[in-house]
């Protein structure tokens, strides 16, 4: 079906802030004896939701984190973001020039995508059309979040385009019943190798337009 909206992930995706977030929770870690590397941050926590995240390391490690880790992490992240986020390179150019309705369904808290699209100077670009795993019982890998937005953006979901780099949200978007295409641009996926498979790979917004038309002719098709 032609798509009729575009829902992006946030981190990764809109905001180039996988490596940020990655570097400033390997460091918190370390402060309480827990080692991770960044291919650890990579394989594991991708598109998860941080208290998906600290009940995988709870898991790992056998223990809780602090009860005052999660409002540090944000805090040192947010001030990380104010120095060092960038969008993904090309993003704001496919913006201006998108013409369709867009929205972002995220696994970020709803204080850290607002200023993230602050920083970035996109808070307008979305207006409120910004979802998060918040909204929704079960976060990414389950469609809830994808299907939650595209309710909300009333368009039904088999006219939806998800953009996402992780493994959790693509197979949410998959099982929303939505088109899905893998964004690799991000500086976390740099020099990745990424496996042909049913979902589309691209790794630069310049190729946007010519990866859906792809998509639609391969789904016309099927």
Same mark, same amino acid.
């Given at each position: 079906?032609? *798509?009729?909206? $575009?829902?992006? &992930?946030?981190? !990764?995706?809109?905001?180039?802030?996988?490596?940020? =977030?990655?570097?400033?929770?390997?460091?918190?870690?370390?402060?309480?004896?827990?080692?991770?590397? *960044?291919?650890? $941050?990579?394989? &594991?926590?991708? !598109?998860?939701?941080?208290?998906?995240?600290?009940? =995988?390391?709870?898991?790992?490690?056998?223990?809780?984190?602090?009860?005052?880790?999660?409002a540090r992490y944000r805090t040192r992240l947010l001030e990380r973001f104010e120095h060092n986020l960038t969008p993904t390179p090309g993003l704001a150019a496919l913006l201006s020039r998108l013409d369709m309705p867009i929205c972002i369904a995220t696994s970020s808290s709803p204080p850290r995508v607002a200023r993230t699209l602050e920083i970035l100077g996109l808070a307008k670009v979305f207006g409120p059309n910004v979802f998060t795993a918040s909204q929704v019982r079960h976060g990414k890998p389950a469609p809830d979040l994808f299907l939650?937005?595209?309710?909300?953006?009333?368009?039904?979901?088999?006219?939806?385009?998800?953009?996402?780099?992780?493994?959790?949200?693509i197979a949410a978007g998959l099982a929303a019943g939505m088109s899905v295409l893998h964004y690799v641009g991000g500086a976390h996926l740099k020099d990745q190798v990424h496996p042909a498979g049913n979902v589309p790979v691209f790794d630069n917004w310049n190729e946007f337009e010519h990866v859906l038309e792809c998509l639609e002719k391969r789904a016309v098709k099927s």
């Open positions: 079906m032609p *798509p009729k909206l $575009v829902i992006f &992930d946030c981190d !990764g995706v809109v905001a180039d802030s996988e490596v940020l =977030s990655a570097l400033v929770l390997i460091d918190q870690l370390a402060e309480i004896g827990i080692r991770i590397t *960044p291919d650890d $941050v990579r394989r &594991d926590f991708l !598109g998860r939701s941080f208290p998906t995240v600290a009940a =995988s390391l709870r898991d790992r490690f056998g223990a809780p984190l602090p009860a005052d880790f999660e939650f937005a595209a309710d909300r953006m009333q368009v039904s979901p088999r006219h939806c385009v998800v953009i996402e780099d992780s493994a959790p949200g």
